[in-house]
């Protein structure tokens, strides 16, 4: 086999193992009740450390905190109150007043969370909780642990019925939207006389002859996303629709409660527009949008009745990634609930280069393809499969466009010291920034249905990129994060009778997709472990023309020997840094090795320390060897 | 018509006059609390009086203790735009989940937030009683406790002390088996905020994350921001969009060292 690609092979067997021992034979000796802190009772409890750390008013034991009687970690009930928390040492627990189980969570019964039905709202609680929360509130305990999902538990909250309850008061006949129970509760109270419960009717109701009329404005409330009328006593009515202003029916009774009374105006979506918002409140949080009072300024117009509309939670107006207070400009708008992954990268200002991913690939540039293929695909892949031709008939071999275009993102653009990964989020017409792990330890994943992305930051399986040997493995991304790289190698050839090496082609190694980053500024890190594998003598030997003797004649002989560092015909003179393939094949192993070789940063910009470099050296001839 | 005299003694007369009303303002001044009590005046409620007497301290303090997840002063914490987010879960290692250091999150804030008012609003349930001794009441505390209670969208400052005071026909019980109390309210939803705290640090013990987007799903009215700093640390800042209430802490579980991780290896070693 090819040397160059033993020596690779080797090379990244070897960081493997390194890497493999530095996961697991990260340990520290002793475990420390208290670690010293600002002063010695105020560190945090239950650590694994040297010994000089922990603090000498607590004990102290020579294993892992794990292994030990106080110091290890399992579920934390408060009885009284229901509460369990997991991963708690004994200790810690012991100190709070607590009751400890070694148990995991989900293997206690009392700590298992259901759903707790409260008047009108609910909770994701322990039974116990509930019983707690129900006390409080001085209501009957409702517990449902077969609902053990905290969206199902949200979604199964019905409010209870409401209508109308009319009384007598100063002479005058009141009216107040209320449930049955409050109105009985009010006729107990003895305050009001001739009280009475009308379920299904609104209070504007004509034949309850009450003091309140229809079109008393609207108004948003707590709770609920959309935007309610008001009779002229302040009551919520129903849902606000400028179609029915005037219409009587929609004033007597409640949505729902007879056959021709509804709400008909559609949902309001995020992106609906002015027009709708004017005249129809039917919000929905879900769909984008919810209840909001106009204010000076609003672009909205004039609202058909009323001071509220449904504001849009889309966020349209583009971010500030790193909160500078410009936004940068961002041409796409998000649905509110969107989430999609953002790069710092270089350029003049690095918050004009966000350039986003999707599958875990960068779409810039389809060179890399997809792994994660939706059913339907046009490259006619079924669900769930992997086709990795795909990649082949993108042609990513050496000296192709798309290879070349490969290095310049990977060089160029990404991969480069400081860069990170970013999820962005929409929510309530804001974005929010989320940066994944530093050092590129996470990347972000994207992926979307109906144009609606989903990201979220996941780790950067990088770790076990150069054990693959295939394209199939190296790609699987669901195992890792890795691409099928073509490598610059040189294999053995015979010239008239010479040997020489000649650019091999069919050479590939798998490396990671996006490698980790250092920390560069500490005084101990790994750029100096790591980068220096890629560092390397190349020794080129000029080549001169002697004379030998062949076939009873002087002819002339070409001396070469070590590596080739030029390519074959040329010369190596002056101040010539080297050129060609072994140039190429060391930079290519620092783009993949981490934040190693001749890179900017991702402001654009170059280091302070020289860091890596090709330089030239001439010797003299040594006449003793060749 | 006057005479040079006369006009002489008018000015003299209300001189005098205006001296006088001088001294009975200062008076009034001085004594004000006595007079008035002597007259009934001034005698607040005690529900009121409390309020006026501890309620900006008791905000201040919730304020100071909701950015400072949880604490007056944080023993162990990370510094963030001049914030100080202690740690509610953490471990000093790499690759390892973090360990909780304060299971009971509303417990250990209630107690927090009353030992950082007991001295003054003890202060001010003396002075209650003061007062209404000196308007002439009879005032008799049995044993009892005060203590803070965080509540859906309210925190109160209770005082459960059974306290009789008496004037003549006149008596009013609180505490005890009356059932009235004397507290101070105050409308704050850290009690919400808590429980969304008290999920992501579940989650953080158990998985070494937790996902952000679904409490703002969940709870319209929420936000929960998640920076991840470059040692390892979470912070997390959890507010409401409406009345801007908000907790912020900081967790390290499961954080990954940069690069292959040999520099901290070799340095542990």
Redesign the interface.
């Known amino acids: 086999m090819n040397k160059k690609i033993i020596l690779i092979f080797g090379m990244f067997f070897l960081?493997s193992i390194?890497?493999t021992?530095?996961?697991f034979?990260?340990?520290?000796s002793w475990c420390c009740e208290k670690?010293l802190?600002?002063d010695q009772s105020?560190?945090?409890?239950?650590?694994?450390?040297p010994q000089s750390s922990c603090s000498p008013l607590y004990r102290t034991l020579s294993t892992s905190?794990e292994a030990s009687d106080y110091?290890k970690?399992g579920t934390?009930i408060?009885q009284a109150?229901g509460?369990c928390?997991?991963?708690?040492?004994k200790r810690?627990?012991d100190e709070?007043?607590?009751y400890w189980r070694e148990e995991d969570?989900d293997q206690l019964p009392q700590c298992q969370l259901g759903c707790c039905f409260i008047g009108d709202q609910v909770a994701f609680v322990t039974q116990t909780r509930c019983g707690s929360l129900a006390s409080?509130y001085g209501l009957q305990i409702n517990f449902r642990a077969d609902i053990n999902n905290?969206?199902e538990c949200?979604m199964s909250s019905s409010p209870k019925v409401r209508g109308a309850c009319a009384y007598d008061a100063n002479g005058v006949r009141d009216c107040e939207m209320l449930t049955k129970k409050e109105c009985n509760d009010l006729q107990a109270g003895a305050i009001y006389e001739n009280v009475m419960f009308h379920e299904g009717f609104l209070c504007s109701a004509p034949e309850l002859n009450t003091i309140c009329d229809p079109r008393g404005g609207t108004t948003c409330v707590e709770g609920k996303?959309e935007v309610y009328f008001m009779d002229t006593c302040g009551n919520i009515a129903n849902v606000y629709d400028a179609d029915k202003v005037d219409t009587l029916a929609y004033w007597t009774y409640l949505t729902g409660a007879v056959d021709n009374v509804e709400v008909e105006c559609d949902v309001v979506e995020g992106d609906a527009t002015n027009t709708i918002r004017r005249t129809c409140g039917n919000c929905d949080?879900?769909s984008g949008s919810?209840c909001t009072k106009k204010k000076f300024g609003d672009d909205i117009g004039t609202i058909a009745y009323g001071d509220y509309y449904c504001r849009s939670l889309d966020c349209t107006e583009g971010f500030d990634t790193d909160r500078s207070g410009v936004i940068e400009s961002d041409e796409k708008n998000y649905k509110h609930?969107e989430?999609w992954c953002v790069i710092s990268g270089p350029d003049s200002a690095y918050k004009n280069n966000l350039i986003t991913v999707k599958n875990g690939v960068i779409i810039e540039n389809e060179i890399l393809g997809t792994a994660e293929i939706q059913s339907g695909d046009e490259n006619g892949v079924g669900a769930g499969e992997t086709k990795t031709n795909i990649r082949e008939d993108k042609n990513l071999n050496r000296g192709s466009n798309a290879y070349e275009e490969w290095k310049e993102i990977l060089q160029e653009k990404f991969n480069l010291p400081g860069t990170r990964h970013y999820r962005a989020?929409c929510?309530?017409g804001?974005v929010?920034i989320?940066?994944?792990?530093?050092?590129r330890?996470?990347i972000c994943m994207e992926s979307a249905t109906d144009d609606f992305s989903n990201a979220?930051?996941k780790?950067n399986m990088w770790q076990n990129c150069m054990e693959q040997t295939d394209l199939k493995h190296c790609e699987d991304r669901t195992s890792r994060d890795c691409v099928w790289l073509p490598i610059t190698s040189q294999k053995e050839e015979w010239d008239k009778g010479d040997r020489i090496l000649v650019a091999d082609n069919e050479a590939h190694v798998c490396v990671p997709a996006f490698g980790?980053?250092?920390?560069t500024w500490?005084e101990?890190?790994?750029?100096a472990?790591?980068c220096a594998r890629a560092s390397g003598d190349c020794t080129t030997i000029v080549k001169r023309w002697g004379l030998e003797m062949k076939d009873g004649k002087s002819a002339p002989k070409r001396i070469a020997s070590g590596e080739e560092c030029i390519r074959r015909g040329e010369k190596l003179f002056g101040v010539d840094k080297g050129t060609g393939e072994w140039r190429e094949s060391k930079s290519m192993m620092t783009w993949f090795l981490?934040?190693c070789g001749e890179k900017k940063n991702y402001m654009n910009k170059y280091g302070a320390d020289l860091g890596s470099m090709f330089g030239a050296e001439r010797e003299p001839w040594r006449s003793d060897l060749y | 018509m006057f005479n040079r005299g006369e006009k002489r003694g008018q000015v003299t007369l209300f001189i005098i006059i205006a001296i006088i009303i001088v001294i009975l303002g200062v008076l009034l001044f001085l004594f004000w609390d006595t007079i008035s009590l002597s007259f009934g005046f001034g005698l607040q409620d005690p529900n009121q009086f409390m309020e006026k007497c501890i309620k900006e301290d008791l905000q201040k303090n919730l304020e100071i203790i909701s950015t400072q997840g949880g604490y007056m002063s944080p023993p162990h914490y990370f510094m963030y735009r001049d914030d100080m987010f202690s740690y509610l879960i953490y471990t000093n290692e790499y690759y390892k989940l973090g360990v909780v250091q304060e299971p009971f999150l509303k417990k250990h804030i209630e107690e927090e937030l009353f030992a950082s008012v007991q001295e003054k609003a003890m202060r001010c349930f003396e002075e209650l009683k003061e007062k209404y001794r000196k308007a002439g009441y009879s005032v008799n505390q049995g044993d009892g406790e005060a203590r803070v209670e965080l509540l859906p969208k309210r925190v109160i400052l209770e005082f459960n002390y059974p306290l009789t005071m008496t004037k003549g026909e006149e008596r009013n019980i609180f505490g005890g088996s009356s059932g009235k109390t004397i507290s101070v309210v105050l409308h704050n939803n850290i009690y919400e905020l808590i429980g969304i705290a008290s999920s992501i640090i579940n989650a953080e013990a158990v998985y070494g994350d937790a996902e952000t987007k679904y409490y703002m799903l969940y709870y319209h009215d929420l936000k929960v921001e998640k920076k991840k700093q470059s040692e390892g640390t979470t912070l997390y800042m959890i507010s409401d969009i409406n009345n801007g209430n908000k907790f912020q802490f900081a967790t390290r579980s499961l954080a990954w060292p940069p690069g292959y991780g040999l520099a901290e290896m070799l340095a542990n070693e």
């Open positions: 960081v390194i890497l021992s530095g996961v034979a990260q340990s520290v670690l802190g600002i105020a560190g945090m409890w239950c650590q694994n450390a905190c110091c970690p934390c408060e109150e509460i928390t997991a991963n708690t040492p810690v627990c709070k007043g607590g969570m409080e905290e969206l949200i996303d949080y879900y919810t609930g989430s989020l929510f309530n804001e929010l989320e940066p994944c792990a530093d050092f330890q996470e979220a930051c780790l980790p980053g250092f920390a500490k101990e890190n790994d750029a472990l790591i981490g934040d």
